[in-house]
């Protein structure tokens, strides 16, 4: 089943997400709260899949702060098919031009 917006709304709505220690060390980094990551994943833009994942399918994910900030998480499904947060990060040169565009 292909992660969608949907799901990630329903999944942070519902609060049946789970987050990665490396998810949560990228997010206490880039000083992202709980609540921010949260309002994030509740407006998700899916900016790339990645249905053949070794680790399992998953998607990378932008969304804004309140403040207008951009953060980017990839998210998966855990082994009980919940939400899996794997990382987060406030997406920044060289990697990124821009939110929505990678550097090359």
């Known amino acids: 089943m ?3 917006e949907a799901f990630i709304k ?3 709505r519902r609060n049946l997400y789970e987050i990665s220690l490396h998810a949560d060390d ?3 980094n880039d000083e992202i709260t709980y609540d921010e990551l949260e309002k994030v994943l509740s407006n998700p833009e899916i900016l790339e899949q990645y249905p053949d994942d070794p680790r399992g399918e ?3 994910v932008l969304g804004f702060t309140n403040e207008g900030r ?3 998480a990839v998210c998966g499904r855990n082994k009980d098919g ?3 947060i794997v990382t987060v ?3 920044t040169m060289p990697k990124w031009r821009d939110p929505r565009t990678r550097s090359r």
């Open 10 to 12: 329903d999944q942070i």
């Open 26 to 28: 990228e997010r206490a």
């Open 89 to 91: 990060y406030v997406p």
């Open 58 to 60: 998953s998607c990378l």
């Open 70 to 72: 951009p953060v980017h």
């Open 82 to 84: 919940n939400l899996f």
């Open 2 to 4: 292909i992660i969608n």
